[in-house]
C-alpha cells in the first residue's frame, strides 16, 4: 500500500471539493443519525464528567432550551444520569464553533460539496458576548437563541433557498483577498455573506420588523458567515476521508479537555491528547490563568488550509502571532512545511497569489515537529462569562505520532 | 577547585552554539575551564583531559548534551551553569524577522534558481537531507562527515540517475564558479581545475597556485571514500569529465590519497581521454614518471609546482631552509605533528618518513604505523586533529582550534619531545584568527618548557592567500610573532622540522609506498551531465543547512543563500524516524 498514491487521491479531492451553502434545515430533520435525546459537541469523545465548564453551562442551556430540564439542577442531574447521550458533532458530518453543542431542535445550515455529492452542517453563530457556545445559560442567552433559531434561520433558509444556493469555494476565496484568514476574522467575509443574501431576502415576504432584525443580525456580527465557513471545511474534508494508506489529517477538533484528529486512512479513530492553552491577547480584565484549555471545531478550518493556514492573508489580526506583517507571511510560509499542497482555488495577495497550504501530512508533522498552528477565540474556564481573548494555539504532537503509528501497523505492518 | 555538570538528555544543538556557550561559560566570573559538548566517547576523553571531570558524566551518551565547568567556589559554578539554557537557547527569528524554511523543499521555493545544498548537519542525518537536497534537483556539497558508506553509495547512484554531483560526504571544501564552499580559500580565478577526494589537500593546492601567479578555474571536492572500490569514482569521474570539457580550464589537477588499483586505473584511463595535461597526486603512493598527458607528483607543492607550470606560470624554487642549531636538552628528539588539515597531515608523514623513518599516525600511511591511540603520541607522532574519532559530535578543529591548543600544551610537557610540526589553515568558515590562537597556545608551551630547562621548537606553515578574510600575511606575521618558524609551504615545514630532528637515527622502518597501476589504454568517455556544466557556468545560488557560518561565508562571497532552520528530524526519535522511513515520510 503506497502512502503517497493513496495522498494523492485525497489531495485531489480537497482541491476539487465544491461546497455550496443550500439551506437551512432542523437537526433532527437534516442531520444524519440526530435523536431527540442526543447532544452534539465539538472535538473528540468526551463524558459529562470529564467535560470542561464551558461545554457543561452549553450542555445545561441545550436542555433548558429543548425543554428537557426546567433549572440547572435538572439539567445537571440528567446530564449526569446517562439519559442523554452525547456524540461528536464530527461523528454526524456536523462542526461547530466552541461548544459547538447542538441538540435536535435547533436550526442547522446545511452544505453540499457538488462535486462529491456528500452534506455537512453547522449550527447558528449567536455573535460574541454571554452566548450559549461559551457555555452560557441565562434567560436572556436562551431567548436570544430561541429568537435566531426562530426568525433568522427560517430567513436565511427562505434566501438561500432562492438564491439557489451561495457559492462558499468562491466566497471563502474573495474573503482572503479581503483580509480575512476566515477562522479568527470573518468580517469581510460576513459582509459579502450579508450582501449576497440582503436583495433575496427582501424578496422573501419577511415583515419588516423581522426583515430589520435578520438583516440587523447580519450587520452587527462579524463571525455571522464563520459556521457556514466551517460547515464548508467539514464538506471538503469528508469528502477526502476514508482513503486507505491516507496519511492525511482530516479533522483536528477539541472539546475543551482534549485535542483530536483524525487521519483519512484511519478510519473513525481519533488522536488524542489533553488540550493546551491557548497564547493570546486577553481582553480587559481577563488573564491567561482565566482560560480554558482550547475547545471547538473550528480548527476544521486550518485543517481545510485557511484559518491560521492564511495568516499572511490577514495582516490585521498580526497582534495574535507577534505583531508585525512579516510574522503573519511567516505562519503561512511555516505551514507550507507541513502540508502536501498548495490550494489555487484560496490564493493569498500577500504571496504572489500561492495557495494556501493544504491537506496536513502526518508524516510531515512528526518529521519536522512542527504542529499545525491554529488561530483561536479564547474561552473563559467558567461557563456563560464568554470569549475573554483571542490568539494562537499549537496543538500537541503525540496524537500525530499516535497516527503515524497506527498507520505504520495499517501500510507495514 | 569544584568541577560542576549538567546533562541534557537528547538535546540537540548547532555545533557553533556549543561553542558559543562554552565560551560564554569560560568568560563568566570564577570560572576556571567549561567545556560544552556532544557527550561523544572523544569529547568525553577530552574534557576528562581537560581536568573537567564529574560523575553525572557517567552514562551520558553521544545524543546527550553536556557542560561542564571549574570554577574557583562551587556558588560561581552553579551560577555560571544556571544560564546554560539562555546560552544555548535558539537564535530564534525575533518579531518581523524574514522566515527560515525548515526543509530543503521550502527554501528552494524561497531561492529560485538555487543550485546547491551545502550540508553539514550531524552525519547520522546528514544522507536524509542530501537526499532532500537531491530530489529537489540541487547538487550537494556534503560536509558531514561519519556518513555510512552505504548511504554514500546510495546517495551518488541517486545523483549519476538524476544528472546532479554530490560533493562530499565529508567534503571540506569547493571552489565552484568562482564560490568557495565550506573552508574555502579567496583564490584568483585561474586556468587550473581540480578534483579533490581530500579537502585541505585542494586547499593546499589552490592556495598555492595563487600564491605562484595562477588562478583556480573549479576546485571540485568529493569525498575522501569516492575513490574506493566500493563508491567507485562516481563523483570523482564526473567533475574530471566536467573539467575535461570546461573552456576556462587548461590543466586539470587530481587529489586523492592512494585509491582502489581497479579505481585508480578507471580515473587514470578517463585521465588519459582529457585533452589537457592532468597533473596526479596520489598522497602516498609512489609516483611513476611521465606517461602523455599525465603528470605525477608526489606531494601537494610538487602538484602545484607542476600545475603552475603546465598553465604557463613561473613557480619559485623549492625553499631550502637551514635550521639554526638547537640546545636541546638530553632525551629530546621526538617530533609531534598535530594537524587539522587531513591531507597536510598525510604530506607530512610522506616528507617526513624520509629523514625520521617511522612516524606514527592515527591516519598513517601504512598500517604498521598507526598509533594505537590517538589520543597518546609515541616517539615521532603526527596526528590528524580533524579525523572523525576527534570529530564526532563536535566542531572541527579549523573552526575550534582548542583541541589542538590543548594537545600541544601537552605535548610540550613531555620531557622528550623537540619539534612541533603544525598547519594553519584559513579562509571561509575557518576561525576568524587561527594564528592569533595558536601563537597564544605556543607561548604557554614554551614557556612551560623552558621553565623545565628545555628549548622548543615550532615549525608551522599558513594555508591561505592575502584575500581571505584572515590575510596570510598578518597571520604569518602574528605566529613568528609568537616565535613559531613558518615555512612556505607544508612540505618545507615538514622538511625542515624532519631536519630539526634529523640528528637523531631514524626510527624504525618505514613500509613501502604503494605503486601507481597505470591503464593500458584510454577509458570510455564519460558523459558530462546537462546540470554539472550548467553549475559550472555558474552563479551559485545555495541552500546551506547545518553549520551557520557557511551560509554567512557564502554571504560575504556575495553568493545568494538561503539557510534551512535545521532540527533533527522527529527530534531524533529512533522509533518514530524508522516509522517514517517505513511510510516513505
New interface residues.
Partial sequence: M???AANDVVVRRILDAHPVLVGVGRALDVVPGMRKDLILHAGPPVTWDRMCGPLRGAVIGALLYEGMARDEREAVELAASGAVRFEPCHHHAAVGPMAGVTSASMPVYIVENRTHGNRAYSNFNEGYGRVLRYGAYAPEVLDRLRWINETVAPALGQALQRMGGLDMKATIARQLTMGDEGHNRNVAGSSLFARQLAPALADCGLARDELRGVLRYLAENDLAILNPVMAACKATLDAAHGVTGS?VVTCMARNGTEFGIRVSGLGDRWFTAPAPVPKGLYFPGFREEDANPDIGDSTITETAGIGAFAMAAAPAIVKFV???P??A??AT??M??ITLTENPAFAIPQLDFRGTPTAI?V??V?????TPRVNTGIAHREPGVGQIGAGLVRPPVAPF?EA??A??EL??P | MPVLARVRRGSYHDSVALLQAQQALRQMPGVEEAGVVMATPANLALLRGAGLDAPELQGAGPDDLVAVVRARTQAEGERALERLDELLSPRG?A?????R???V??AV??LPGANVAVVSVPGRFAAAVAEEALREGLHVFLFSDNVALEEEVRLKRLAAERGLLVMGPDCGTALVAGAGLGFANAVRRGRVGIVAASGTGLQEVACLVHRWGSGISHGLGTGGRDLSDAVGGASFATALAALAEDPGTDVVVLLSKPPSPHVARQVLALARRCEKPVVVNFLGAQPPPQVGNLYFASTLEEAARLAVRLSGGHPPAEAELEPEAVPWAAGQRWLRGLFVGGSLCAEAQLVLRGSLGRVWSNVPLSPDARLPDPLVSREHTVVDLGSDEFTVGRLHPMLDPSVRSQRLLHEARDAEVAVLLVDVVLGFGAHPDPAGELAQAWEEAVGTARRAGRELVCVASVCGTELDPQPHGSQVERLRGGGVVVAPTNAAAARMAGALCGRSEPRGEAGPLPPVDLPDGEGRTHGVPAAVRELLRGPVRAVNVGLESFAQSLQSQGVPVVSVDW?P???GDAE?LE??S????
Avoid: H
Fill in positions: 503506497d502512502v503517497d496519511s507577534g505583531g508585525t512579516q510574522d507571511l511567516a510560509l511555516e507550507y512545511e501530512d508524516r510531515k512528526v518529521r519536522t515537529g512542527i505520532q503515524l503509528r498507520l505504520a501500510v507495514s | 527569528p518579531g518581523g524577522a524574514p522566515y524554511p525548515r526543509t523543499r521550502t521555493r524561497a532540527k528530524p522527529a527530534a518514530l516509522l517514517l517505513r511510510l516513505g515520510g
